[in-house]
């Protein structure tokens, strides 16, 4: 791969990301300054079809990317797109006017994401997992019931109505949160030692407390609760070139449509912040012909979530991995005000 088909494959990329029409070699002799004639940059585009860098549709002259040639594109080939300062600017205000909860952060970020793109936002909220415990507090309902509230450091909440037990009063509740906010504090919810929970015992001295407290914190930890989903452009991806076939598209929404499965694109053991797999690289049948950018979060180093974009493999690579990589660093400062 010499430098004059890198700059070819380059050209060709760039201008069927904008025109979403294969590329012939007038065209790129036409529009970029290569300093070769036609029939040269025509040989070239052979010689990268034959290497596998390109695909030749049979109803055109023009040539498209191949997934091949898309990973050497994104490698060493993007022109990269700085968020510019107004852009920032605008992002951080959407944030500021529109987020009045943890869970606005994540709903406004779907919105950000595929209203920037043109494609569908994908964001996995910070599990429960990885999640830990900061604070339990109690509200007095009635002579019956009082309503109790579980935080985490990841700012999310777990609300649940608990009976109290014959001859309790809420003094006795108000005494449970400050043993299990002493005991716990800090404590990760997944992986709260026994011991633990056996000085929480010790100290309530009341089995039907202990057992009250054991039960809300148990639900927190419910499978259901370990990690949150939102999506959002399904709008925007439809309106892209490639999915006007609605068979083709039909298949993805399906499987998008599962939850588990959404959130088995999203889970990585790669080390790295920022990914991208592209095509065929996808290993779930059905997203040979999409690409995912997707970044991991953390809160102090730990492994909050993932957010990410969604679209077909001709997808304006370079702008969709600033916008990710920035608000990679807004989620990280956000969710941490929100924790504190």
């Given at each position: ?10 050209a ?27 029939a ?17 549709l ?18 060493d080939?993007?022109?990269r ?52 415990f900061?604070?339990l ?20 909440v777990e ?13 006795d ?41 054991m ?5 927190a ?19 892209q ?8 598209v ?24 920022l ?13 040979e012909?999409v ?37 990679h660093?807004?989620?990280r400062?956000i ?6």
């Amino acid at each position: 791969m010499n430098q004059r088909k890198r700059r070819i494959l380059q050209a060709v990329i760039d201008d069927y990301i904008l025109s979403a029409e294969p590329v012939g070699s007038r065209t790129i002799a036409r529009q970029h300054d290569l300093g070769v004639s036609s029939a040269t940059i025509r040989n070239e585009m052979a010689n990268l079809e034959n290497m596998g860098y390109l695909e030749h549709l049979h109803t055109s002259s023009g040539r498209i990317p191949s997934a091949k040639g898309y990973r050497l594109y994104v490698n060493d080939l993007l022109p990269r797109e700085p968020m510019t300062d107004k852009e920032k600017a605008l992002i951080d205000h959407w944030y500021r006017a529109r987020v009045k909860s943890m869970e606005g952060v994540f709903q406004e970020t779907t919105k950000i994401i595929s209203r920037v793109t043109k494609n569908m936002s994908l964001v996995l909220a910070p599990q429960f997992s990885q999640a830990r415990f900061k604070e339990l507090r109690f509200m007095e309902l009635d002579g019956e019931r009082v309503v109790a509230i579980l935080l985490t450091d990841t700012g999310f909440v777990e609300n649940r109505v608990v009976r109290m037990p014959p001859g309790s009063e809420f003094k006795d509740f108000t005494r449970m949160a400050e043993v299990i906010n002493r005991c716990l504090a800090g404590e990760r919810l997944q992986t709260i030692r026994p011991k633990l929970y056996r000085r929480i015992r010790d100290e309530m001295m009341d089995e039907s407390l202990y057992n009250a407290a054991m039960e809300l914190i148990h639900s927190a930890l419910g499978e259901e609760k370990k990690e949150r989903l939102y999506l959002g452009g399904t709008r925007q991806m439809l309106e892209q070139p490639e999915f006007q076939d609605v068979e083709r598209v039909r298949g993805i929404l399906t499987m998008l449509e599962e939850e588990q499965f959404v959130k088995g694109i999203l889970h990585t053991d790669e080390g790295g912040d920022l990914t991208v797999t592209i095509g065929q690289e996808n290993e779930v049948k059905g997203l040979e012909d999409v690409s995912v950018i997707r970044a991991t979060y953390r809160l102090d180093g730990e492994l909050l979530g993932t957010i990410a974009v969604l679209g077909p493999t001709r997808m304006e690579y370079g702008r969709a991995m600033s916008l990710i990589e920035y608000l990679h660093t807004s989620l990280r400062a956000i969710v941490g005000r929100y924790s504190l």
